[in-house]
């Protein structure tokens, strides 16, 4: 079997997130579709991670293994002729067996898109989240720069029962694992992994003509955390918080310390480093 | 009565075109509904011209009576306040009894968007016409100065029976009127007189990054003109025809011999002049 590496860009406005699900489309599920109509294989595409409904892509990565000999630069043609304008398929390489678009992710880049101006054009309007009112910007950039570093995220993490009973069932082994072998826990990285401690290199806004564009490059991302984070910086602008207040909401590990979920619109997963 | 002017920007990539329609989603229809919500009154706004399914306005005008003493300013709030964001008022502005926005245009500028790289982003593949495969482009910036000028452009429109009809009838009228009274039959130049006379004032091709983008500005453009003549450019681009072809293709005054009408998805109607 060949292990072959696809990097797209999908607009997420029709698309009911990466992941496949019953009655829904969604992107995987469109790649996989594909990938039978052309190869006559039934493979799922592993993403470097999901996201969610309405969220974009500029590069996401993902894997899968086939056993077609077709060329690369043909499956790339043959996927984009077969696939909807909606995702395009930017590369197809081949890559070592064993290598996996999320296992082996050692840093992701999302961007946030805010529009700022009166009006938002309607050439836009799915590609931002359009908030023309008063916010105090350099507030925002000051915020941003504290969560820089490594942290708990847990403030800023979607609440996700069965997620939080995983966490607490894995804390639970590590701890007894720890009282037979005195064996400190690992420490995993990865978006499945059981804690919510992630290091973020570099955060920040930029003012892009009628935009305020938030950037943001980290280890890992927790479920809705780059959302969370950006209604957390637009309570900031707002005045309601200040930019030291985002330690103590990182302090609290509580997600009703931070501020609300913003859009899904604005959100592009830019790239995924190896 | 009020008389008021709209100008507005819309994605109609999700519109069934301008024009109201029974158990189709139009802009004029959005519209109406937007201003019956917002003052209770049942109005019809005129646009300046039709435009087709999936045809995109960056300032499309309207006009139309209201009763209401709403200010302009609070109108625009209102209305965009009301109408998806893929429909945008720009300006409401209070303009003298009788004015038109088709009968009182005096020109018009349309632009069509030719996407030229290999893989065109998904954010933009409801926005031009995605067109990968080589193309002389130097011979269709020759071409696009053929037109300008007052020319008959019936090669160049949609094949209309009704319209045909109109346009027989009138001249029938007016050759009557002609034995009658000695007077010549007016010229006008709104899309709907009975006439495919219209005057180009200006036809070009420009490059503008991966795109190759056509502008064009006249009196006046009958159904499918604009996107008829870009099929007929690229016919040139493509070798199948050469730049003094045009000239040919107008003087026969038949729309089969010029080429295919270019897509939707690639035009906007940019501005109207009064």
Redesign the interface.
């Known amino acids: 079997m060949r292990n072959l590496k696809l990097t797209l860009?999908?607009?997420g406005s029709d698309f009911h997130g990466w992941q496949i699900q019953p009655d829904h489309i969604t992107v995987q599920a469109a790649l996989a579709a594909a990938l039978l109509k052309i190869t006559g294989e039934t493979v799922l595409p592993q993403g470097s991670g999901r996201t969610d409904a309405g969220v974009?892509a500029l590069a996401q990565v993902a894997t899968f293994e086939l056993a077609s000999p077709i060329p690369t630069l043909g499956l790339r043609i043959a996927l984009?002729d077969s696939l909807p304008?909606?995702?395009?398929?930017?590369e197809v390489k081949e890559v070592p067996t064993g290598f996996h678009a999320r296992a082996n992710a050692r840093a992701k880049t999302y961007r946030y898109r805010i529009y700022r101006g009166d009006?938002?054009?309607?050439?836009l309007?799915?590609?931002v989240y359009?908030h023309p009112w008063p916010l105090d910007e350099g507030a925002m950039i000051g915020a941003a720069g504290e969560v820089v570093g490594e942290h708990d995220f847990t403030s800023f993490a979607a609440v996700d029962p069965d997620r939080a009973q995983r966490i607490a069932q894995a804390e639970a082994r590590a701890a007894s694992e720890r009282r037979l072998c005195g064996a400190a826990s690992a420490e995993h990285e990865t978006e499945d992994a059981p804690t919510n401690i992630r290091t973020i290199y570099s955060s920040q806004f930029e003012r892009v003509g009628d935009e305020l564009v938030y950037t943001v490059r980290g280890s890992g991302f927790l479920h809705h955390m780059v959302r969370n984070l950006v209604g957390t910086f637009l309570l900031v602008g707002k005045g309601s918080l200040t930019p030291g207040d985002i330690r103590r909401i990182l302090i609290a590990r509580n997600r009703s310390a931070a501020g609300a979920t913003a859009p899904a619109s604005g959100l592009y997963l830019v790239s995924v480093d190896y």
């Open positions: 860009a999908y607009d974009h984009n304008p909606s995702i395009r398929v930017l009006i938002c054009p309607p050439f309007a799915r590609y359009h």
